[in-house]
């Protein structure tokens, strides 16, 4: 039998896809694997740095995830760094392995993937965490006294495709800087700050601790307005003509008179709509009961329209993200509950723990919106020094391990106290002085139970007493 020759089939190869194809293709991928399709050709390289692809990639793959800032803070004796945490698309949390969080920030803002970051220099930062661009921009202030992280905000308009920072000047010579009438403005690209002039004087301290939230073009914050019945309001600074307009909050009534009134309002967005969150809280106690949760539909007729009715347990409320609620415990716990209808109360059996905080402290906590995004910043040389990042693929997440802080403190006391009682032992036999010290010696991977955290707190209360 003689020997058969395979031969090849005739194949008609695809050599070349037309770009609109390649886009289509390409704006399905992740911020991630764009970074490293960039390296693939010319082509795919200038595609996914085109600023339209960027914004249609944004709207097409947007999914805003819950972005945890824990400020910089003394705890447990240590000063620990600022840090921040992302809750993927499973709900688990990791931190960035990226060098634009530097141990003094402070995070004042978050838009389409970018983060405006404070620190005491004398510069802010715009920075993308995914590509880990970033970009220093001249304060508007010399002297930064009195100055804080709180008093900036940055948003975007997406009329006219552009970035804004902006900063609230404290009146000093009115209400001891509580209070401001002028907002300084910065827009990417331009290289100085311009000053606007607001309406009225507005609340300082109101901005402060309620936020400031960017939608569809405006930012918003709350102003406390004394002259009116309405004692608060929201104020809208839209960022295409920047006008100031005041908007009434809805009227609010729990009906319950173990609680204060007024009540404590928090500014946020739901659904691409601006919200305010109404939180009860007990006169004999800082526990919160219910959250009304408003958002606004119209903003002509200011008219508003509640949007859930929350019973807490003692939860207090972080941020609304999709199908989920996000809270916190006084244990320092972080949980998700579905929102299971308009009205219902959260049940513990249903809380979902998605973090042990400890032992950092909520007060020095702040929550965000942030989405992976592609958006440049090398665009915008003229306004400030842009550090690009060595590596081109991106900047990847690591995994948030709870406690490190907590165990590498008490690792460290632990071993130190072992030295000690050594040394103690050492000399107590040269003297000839009984010591009955039995602390054990510590592991070579630590795993602190309580029991033996219990022994290395009464050793080095024992040391401390001589």
Known sequence: MGSMTMQPANKRCLTFL??????????????????????????????????????????????????LIF???????????SEAVLFDEAWSPSTWDVPVIEPDDFLCASCNGLVCLYSSKS??????LATGECMHL???????????????????????????VMHFSPDKQLHVGGSFSEIQVHTLGDERWRVVRTTQVLSLNSAKHSGVVNVNGAMYWLTEDTESTWLRAVVSFDLKDEHIELIRLPIVDFENPAFDNPFRYQITEIDEKVSVAAVQTRRDSNLTGKVQIWTLDNMVEQSWSQ?????????????????????????????????????????????VKLLDFSPR???????????????RLDAYKKTGIVHMPKRKEGWKLKKWEMWEHKLSRLEKLWRSAYGMQQRINVNAQVMGVAFNLNLPAPPDQVNLSCLELKITKLFINWINSF
């Open 138 to 164: 001249a304060k508007p202030v010399k002297n930064t006294k009195g100055d804080h992280f709180s008093y900036y905000s940055f948003g975007f308009n997406p009329a006219t495709n552009e970035y804004k």
């Open 123 to 128: 510069t802010i930062k715009i920075a993308n």
């Open 18 to 67: 037309p770009q609109d194809m390649i886009e289509l293709i390409l704006v399905r991928l992740s911020v991630s694997n764009l970074l490293r399709c960039r390296g693939v050709c010319k082509l795919w390289d200038g595609i996914i740095r085109d600023p339209r692809f960027t914004m249609a990639h944004l709207r097409q793959n947007a999914k805003p995830r819950p972005l």
């Open 361 to 375: 402290l909520d007060k020095n906590m702040q929550s965000y919106v942030y989405v992976k995004s592609l958006v």
């Open 307 to 351: 949007k859930y009715n929350i019973e807490l347990l003692s939860l207090q409320v972080l941020g609304l993200y999709g199908d989920k609620i996000v809270m916190h415990s006084l244990s320092q716990h972080i949980y998700c509950h579905e929102l299971a209808s308009q009205s219902f109360t959260v049940e513990v059996a249903k809380l």
């Open 71 to 81: 400020h910089r803070e003394m705890t447990l004796g240590k000063l620990c760094p």
